[in-house]
């Protein structure tokens, strides 16, 4: 018999249900324990009825619970909405009511983004007790977990539109519009639990315990917040504060649902006590093992001190270990014994060929050893050297030719002079790629050839140079200078665009540093975004500090000499807000959370 | 709003959804009568048409859902989780030296229907406590006749390879028993 044939058999005609095969009777009498008389049925529903509408008070009307809260509650997952509010059957099912004011449905798309972290999280709660704990049968999270199941199905789509649409945003936009979105949609899913609370419709143990497992959940998110909002300058607690926050006001929020004793008698407090576990412990993991922890001046010595050099990475350690000897030893505290670095030097140097290029600074900065410079000696270079009379155009690749005529001592006045010139004519013109470097060369090859006014008549090209390289756009978190003026993206006025920096441009910002401590912060350089930049620079993840770090943390410490010389940090009222905004959101997010709680009403021994 | 008639129509089919989310006989039909009753309180909310199965299913369909939820919370859910458990087994111990005749077959075939894939125990729950129609069924779970239809016929097809499965193991039972008994003697 084809299905069909089968299925006209077992329904008949009037599509009506029909028990009039022998299976299907079996089956009627298998359930006939579920069948109940239908007068008696009919009876106890008019009893009921009856009974509700002598006894309750006044139901809420549209005023009380707007049609803006019910459907926004149409969007959560039940296990989400507070009893009392089930208990108002309009709730979450008007879908026919509302098709015809689609805006109506706004607060529940905002909240949507919230309610879907939530359940990430939930999910993910509900995943680990499963694989850790086994089927809970007979627990109350089996059905919560079958509710979740139901949610992600009828709302994946929903959900992978908005988390595709989070990831774009995140990609094209600022972290802060994300960011404003995030809170935004939790500010509206607190809203309906608040709403819910003023109607009466949620005790204060039901909006307590959402409000505290939600705070607590938040503390996975500030984690990532943490990373991208870091105030420059207003140190350490304030990162703490903001996965702190969230704990403590979600404790405060489920010791004031507590208080609700007749309500919360009907919780189980394994509920309640596994979130706060989790989120500590997750709070625990995050700040002392995955939290970038800033490198202090001692770990940046450590790494001096290490005196390892690779070959592979045997440019870039030379340069991180001599830029961060120069600054620790040119500020106030312990120099690091740079002894082993000058040992694992000369190894080098025995079998490898010699890279002025990268060794210049190191000599500058008086700190290559004697034996070293056997290494660098190129008699042709050297020759030639007061043969030149065109503009020194590369000083890095000329420093040790000079150096050696002048430890030596065979250059003559005049042929320093014709070579300081050169040096200062070579600076002329067009900025070129790694022009802070450069530039600091030139100051060096000056320097030694003990010619200041020459140096003096560097400070145009200087100004120049550090200005064109200076990538701070408004509104100056963070900035740093950049390696060319190509690499200023700029709008159509010539105003800097914001950008993402990495480590890439620690050594121009270096330089920079080096240059401004000597001729001045010129117009237009904020060194508090650049500190901050520095800053972040010195993060080290796992306690592990690499040549970056230990670069930054010794610029950083250097820059004190230059705020208090040259340009105080703006720490005006709106600067401090304007880099606290994140912790004050947050703050504000945890206020609100506390104030609805405390708001909802008490529950009555009826309600339980 | 006749409410007479709301509850003719759609009484099985709520008293089988509730059933199929695990609540006891009399749980499921106390919930089921608390949907009627809200659903009558709450009349003037709804906007559409009480003749319509579809958008009347939707709208019982979200009243019940709420309440379980609220049922549940209540702790009632473990209470039935445990009464389910202690039927199930009763239902997997049928006297193996018996057919599956009278009270028995009904065990075996509520044991049966608690082996269905959910979306199969559910509608056979909602169709066959009272013969309901497929419209209401339709309705109330928001999904089209057509689908409740397949889902009835699988369902039914499944139960019947499950009880004869059932039937082959117990006749082998019996026979191993009886054998058993001869050789003894």
């Known amino acids: ?608 | 709003m006749d409410l007479d008639a709301l509850i003719a129509r759609f009484r099985g089919p709520l008293i089988g959804l509730h059933a199929s989310w695990g609540l006891s006989a009399r749980d499921a039909q106390d919930l089921a009568q608390d949907v009627f009753t809200e659903a009558y309180l709450s009349r003037e909310r709804f906007k559409g048409d009480w003749a319509d199965a579809g958008q009347a299913g939707a709208w019982l369909r979200g009243i019940a859902s709420k309440l379980h939820a609220s049922h549940r919370r209540r702790g009632a859910w473990r209470l039935d989780k445990i009464a389910r458990r202690e039927l199930a087994r009763d239902d997997h111990a049928p006297a193996a030296s018996a057919k599956l005749e009278g009270q028995e077959r009904k065990l075996a075939m509520r044991a049966a229907l608690g082996r269905l894939r959910e979306s199969w125990r559910t509608v056979l729950h909602m169709h066959y406590i009272e013969g309901s129609g497929l419209a209401e069924i339709a309705g109330l779970l928001g999904v089209s006749e057509r689908s409740v239809e397949g889902r009835l016929f699988r369902a039914r097809k499944e139960l019947k390879q499950l009880l004869e499965g059932a039937d082959l193991a117990l006749e082998a039972t019996g026979n191993a028993a009886l054998a058993s008994k001869g050789e003894r003697l």
């Open chain 1, 1 to 608: 018999m084809t299905r069909d044939g089968q299925l006209a058999g077992a329904f008949g005609d009037s599509n009506r249900g029909v028990l009039d095969d022998d299976f299907g009777v079996a089956i009627g009498e298998a359930l006939e324990g579920l069948r109940q008389d239908p007068e008696d049925f009919a009876a106890g529903v008019r009893d009921r009825i009856a009974e509700r509408e002598t006894t309750s008070g006044p139901r809420p009307g549209p005023t009380m619970f707007s049609a803006w809260v019910r459907n926004a509650a149409a969007f959560m997952p039940p296990f989400l909405i507070p009893r009392g509010a089930v208990l108002d059957a309009g709730l979450a099912t008007g879908g026919l009511a509302v098709k015809k004011s689609v805006w109506k449905w706004a607060p529940g798309i905002v909240a949507f983004p919230a309610i879907l972290s939530v359940m990430l999280v939930a999910t993910f709660v509900w995943g680990f007790r499963r694989a850790t704990i086994g089927d809970t049968q007979g627990s109350v999270d089996d059905l919560s977990s079958l509710e979740a199941r139901l949610w992600w199905k009828q709302h994946r789509l929903a959900s992978v539109v908005v988390i595709v649409g989070l990831v774009m945003l995140l990609r094209t936009s600022p972290f802060e519009a994300v960011a404003i979105f995030a809170i935004l949609s939790m500010f509206a899913l607190l809203g309906i639990f608040g709403a819910l609370a003023r109607a009466g419709l949620a005790s204060r143990a039901e909006i307590g315990q959402r409000t505290g497992q939600f705070l607590h959940s938040m503390v996975i998110y500030a984690y990532f917040l943490m990373s991208e909002w870091m105030p420059s300058h207003a140190g350490g607690w304030s990162r703490v504060a903001l996965p702190l926050l969230p704990v403590i006001g979600g404790s405060v929020c489920l010791w004031l649902a507590q208080q609700d004793r007749v309500g919360w008698a009907t919780r189980r407090n394994q509920r309640v006590l596994l979130p706060i576990f989790t989120s500590v412990a997750i709070t625990f993991v995050l700040f002392f093992a995955l939290a970038p922890h800033h490198t202090t001046r001692e770990q940046a010595a450590e790494y001096v001190e290490r005196g390892f050099l690779t070959e592979e990475e045997f440019g870039g350690e030379v340069v991180e270990v001599t830029g961060t000897y120069r600054h620790l030893a040119e500020t106030k505290g312990s120099v690091p014994d740079i002894e082993p670095f000058h040992q694992a030097l000369l190894q080098h140097l025995e079998h490898e060929e010699f890279r002025p290029a990268i060794l210049w600074d190191h000599a500058a900065s008086g700190l290559l050893p004697d034996r070293a410079y056997d290494f660098s000696r190129d008699a042709k270079g050297e020759e030639k050297l007061t043969e030149y009379r065109r503009p020194l155009r590369h000083p890095q690749q000329m420093y040790f030719h000079i150096a050696n005529r002048i430890r030596e001592e065979s250059l003559s006045d005049r042929q320093r002079d014709r070579i300081a010139r050169q040096v200062v004519d070579g600076a002329q013109g067009k900025v070129p790629y790694d022009a802070l470097e450069e530039l600091s060369c030139r100051v060096a090859i000056l320097d030694l050839l003990d010619r200041p006014k020459y140096v003096e008549q560097l400070a145009e090209p200087i100004e120049l140079a550090l200005l064109a390289t200076w990538a701070g756009a408004p509104p100056l978190k963070l900035a740093c200078f950049v390696s060319s003026p190509n690499m200023v993206k700029r709008d159509s006025e010539g105003v800097p665009k914001r950008d993402r920096f990495s480590f890439v441009h620690l050594p121009d910002s270096d330089h920079a540093v080096r240059l401004m401590l000597r001729f001045g912060v010129p117009a237009g350089v904020q060194v508090r975004a650049l500190a901050a930049y520095l800053v972040e620079m010195s993060e080290n993840m796992m306690w592990t500090v690499d040549g970056r770090n230990a670069r930054a943390a010794a610029v950083l410490e250097r820059m004190s000499e230059l705020n208090g010389g040259v340009e105080p940090l703006d720490g005006s009222a709106w600067t401090v807000l304007l880099d606290l905004r994140m912790v004050i959101a947050v703050a504000v997010l945890v206020s609100f959370c506390v104030l609805i709680t405390k708001r909802a009403p008490m529950s009555t021994p009826e309600e339980c």
